[in-house]
């Protein structure tokens, strides 16, 4: 079935250090990809997206290009801020509407 | 605007009891969403409903569990006979169509549900 990995945390980062969080899925067809993040006591707010291959999503400062030859849609931001510390999570989604998550990956940021 | 609503926000039950958790989606939202999140882990898809239907309810893990959404709007989550393992946090999420399969799901707080 399909499916969304993505690299363990936690990711500890000083400000302004470049940020990669890897994620990799399998599917069948076309999905579309997400990255949803949650900050601390929040609920889950989509981040940024990708329809088709080679597109990139963009928000923020991070960046992720659908990559349909790796399967992937690594999460980069080329200087990370103490309130970028969250679990960013990255998605799924195929024919149906429901979403398939990654385990998450905590983001920590220190000053 | 007025985002995904949860209530309540907690709800600590003994093993056994019945529970009921509520969603008020976005206004004019037409797809609705029920996820659960343990503990470390990504949310987990459970049903979503077309309008008044459950379009897909493959996700809910057995009988004991069960949704509806009457009207439309609003949708109850009923967990009957609760166990410790059904202890997660039950999130709830809509979207303005249920066409696109890339369309923005917006997430409400979720509800912390704690089985003693």
């Known amino acids: 079935g399909n499916s969304v990995t993505q690299m363990e945390g936690p990711v500890t980062l000083s400000e302004e250090a470049f940020l990669t969080i890897n994620c990799t899925y399998t599917?069948?067809?076309?999905?579309?990809l997400f990255w949803y993040v949650q900050y601390p006591g929040e609920g889950l707010q989509l981040l940024l997206k990708?329809?088709?291959?080679?597109d990139k999503g963009s928000n923020k400062g991070f960046e992720a290009t659908y990559r349909k030859e790796t399967t992937s849609f690594h999460l980069e931001k080329g200087s990370v801020q103490v309130s970028d510390s969250a679990v960013y999570f990255c998605?799924?989604?195929?024919?149906?509407?429901?979403?398939?998550f990654g385990t998450g990956t905590r983001l920590q940021v220190f000053p | 605007g007025a985002g995904v609503s949860q209530t309540p926000s907690n709800k600590v039950t003994e093993k056994g009891k019945y529970v009921e958790l509520r969603c008020d989606p976005i206004?004019?939202?037409?797809?609705l969403y029920w996820y659960r999140q343990s503990l470390g882990q990504g949310p987990e898809f459970l049903i979503y409903?077309?309008?008044?239907?459950?379009?897909?309810d493959s996700g809910l893990p057995n009988d004991r569990f069960f949704a509806v959404r009457p009207e439309g709007s609003v949708s109850t989550l009923k967990i009957q006979r609760t166990e410790r393992g059904d202890s997660a946090v039950y999130l709830c999420?809509?979207?303005?169509?249920?066409?696109?399969?890339?369309?923005?799901?917006?997430f409400g707080p979720g509800t912390r549900l704690t089985v003693l």
């Open positions: 206004s004019g939202h037409t797809a």
């Open positions: 599917a069948t067809g076309y999905p579309s």
């Open positions: 999420a809509s979207s303005p169509s249920l066409v696109l399969k890339d369309n923005e799901q917006f």
């Open positions: 998605a799924l989604s195929d024919n149906t509407d429901k979403l398939i």
């Open positions: 990708a329809t088709k291959a080679d």
């Open positions: 409903f077309q309008g008044t239907g459950a379009a897909d």
